[in-house]
């Protein structure tokens, strides 16, 4: 099946620093959104994009949907241990009803 | 609370033994999902479905069945027909509006070994 790519795919970063990642795609979707996954549980939705060109904002991170539709972005700013874990995107085109996902980015913040 | 629940959280199976993971949602959404994650990696979509009484092949339905009798339950059923059947299972819904609100939330998982 599909899959979304999503760079980096791992990164080691110390304690607050900022954070980018983004996330491409070969088809056009109108709805990204951003995961993180913690070991062992389900991803929890961290934000939801519905617009070309929309930033929006979610305490430290913030997530861009694409000009062309095609990409997204999430930024973390000022990471704490915690932010510890695996971020995937995903995009939907909403003619499907199916979700694709990013490969995943790991994240490891070292305190 | 309104949310996802998958039961049980961890799953032992013989082989050869079909198994049952079961879903339940309590957020009145229309579609339901479910996804297989191998260690490391991404998700992979087993089937959804988008109403009651109707089901879809993801990428990788061969050897899970699921039915969607009810609207707030799906659940899987792991055949003995699946060569590798060990893994994360995760079961997601979403209210697939077609203006917005396309968030797709997902349940705790069901870590399924098979010995």
């Known amino acids: 099946g599909q899959q979304l790519n999503q760079s980096p795919q791992s990164m080691f970063i110390q304690e607050g620093e900022d954070v980018s990642m983004n996330c491409t795609s070969s088809s056009i979707f109108n709805t990204w959104l951003w995961y993180k996954q913690d070991p062992g549980e389900g991803p929890v939705l961290l934000i939801a994009l519905y617009k070309a060109g929309e930033l929006t904002s979610n305490g430290r991170l913030t997530a861009q949907f694409g000009i062309t539709r095609k990409d997204s972005f999430l930024n973390i700013s000022a990471s704490i241990p915690s932010d510890v874990g695996i971020y995937f995107c995903a995009g939907l085109n909403s003619g499907t009803y199916k979700y694709i996902f990013g490969t995943g980015t790991r994240l490891k913040v070292l305190a | 609370d309104g949310g996802i629940t998958q039961s049980p959280k961890y799953l032992f199976r013989k082989e050869g033994q079909n198994v049952t993971l079961s879903c339940e949602q309590n957020l009145n959404h229309d579609a339901m999902y479910w996804y297989r994650q191998d260690p490391g990696q991404g998700l992979r979509l087993i089937y959804y479905?988008?109403?009651?009484?109707?089901?879809q092949k993801g990428d990788i339905a061969e050897g899970y069945s699921v039915s969607r009798e009810k609207k707030e339950s799906f659940p899987l059923t792991v055949t003995s027909a699946q060569k590798n059947p060990t893994a994360f299972y995760l079961c997601a819904s979403s209210m697939l509006s077609l203006a917005s609100y396309n968030e797709q939330f997902f349940g705790p998982g069901t870590r399924l070994t098979v010995l």
């Open positions: 479905s988008q109403i009651v009484n109707d089901f």
